[in-house]
């Protein structure tokens, strides 16, 4: 299956996240001073400011559809964990990850080790590879990919592979970015190498609807999704535009609150500002 992106990046991406596990812990000083902060903010406001994307997807989405306590959940290119993580931690259900990168594995398994998770649950394996299907197919009970999909040149394809590691009646989740709209002229400022990394082509509704035979899965929900998120955005390293991705990552806070108050838990979708697209469906 012909990527994308080069495992050179991904290998770089996860190596930034290990950096980011490894970091050391607030001093008492700084410890203090953000509890204080917090006290002052409230837990209601601070609820409000955080991601209003995350709101909508851990809050309204996940309670719908995931599936009962002590199901299987598996995540196709997993690293850094945390998502499956919360996963276990927020519906009990026991998590699973895909990781072809020697780097990513290891943040995954780090991460797995810290929450209480067992890190052999972290696959090492190329998700297209022969062994991976032979050794896994209809063995799941919800498959989760997040930006992953988008990579390839054959993203159907791509799906079908998902559908093979799931049961019969198992649910499907996958979600991409939109870069499209006012999401592209942002991602083209910040960090424009991204933009060839991605298959544009299915970022839009009709596209990624046709990605998913519905003789195979049984759609739930297939939409714009995160009304609008500068934590889309990146930047290289070194960037001189750094500073300013910094100062609309505060304002975010304020758009969260402000999405909170004026949709709460309905969203505001559309093509030209929605942060992602999301699939879910229940395999036939």
Request: aromatic share 12%; hydrophobic share 40%; with cysteine.
């Amino acid at each position: 299956m012909r990527s994308l992106a080069r495992r050179e990046h991904w290998d770089a991406v996860h190596a930034s996240e290990a950096a980011e596990i490894a970091l050391p812990r607030p001093t008492a000083k700084a410890s203090a001073f953000k509890r204080g902060v917090k006290r002052l903010l409230g837990s209601r406001l601070r609820e409000y400011m955080s991601s209003y994307d995350e709101h909508l997807l851990w809050n309204v989405f996940y309670p719908r559809y995931v599936p009962a306590p002590g199901s299987s959940v598996v995540e196709i290119g997993s690293a850094p964990g945390e998502h499956l993580a919360r996963l276990s931690e927020t519906f009990g259900l026991d998590p699973y990850g895909i990781e072809y990168s020697a780097g990513g594995v290891d943040v995954n398994r780090t991460l797995f080790a810290s929450r209480g998770l067992d890190p052999r649950n972290v696959i090492a394996m190329d998700f297209f590879s022969d062994e991976c299907l032979e050794s896994h197919k209809e063995r799941f009970d919800m498959v989760v990919s997040r930006g992953f999909i988008e990579h390839f040149q054959d993203p159907a394809s791509v799906v079908e592979r998902h559908l093979a590691l799931l049961k019969p009646g198992g649910l499907l989740v996958i979600t991409i970015p939109n870069l499209r709209g006012v999401n592209y002229a942002l991602t083209r400022l910040f960090h424009a190498e991204l933009l060839p990394m991605h298959n544009l082509k299915i970022m839009s509704r009709l596209p990624f609807w046709r990605l998913f035979d519905t003789d195979k899965v049984r759609p739930l929900v297939c939409d714009y999704f995160g009304t609008f998120s500068f934590y889309l955005f990146n930047v290289k390293p070194g960037s001189r535009l750094a500073p300013a991705l910094a100062a609309c990552m505060k304002l975010q806070t304020v758009l969260n609150a402000t999405f909170r108050i004026c949709f709460g838990d309905r969203g505001a979708e559309t093509p030209f500002t929605s942060s992602q697209l999301i699939f879910a469906g229940i395999k036939r």
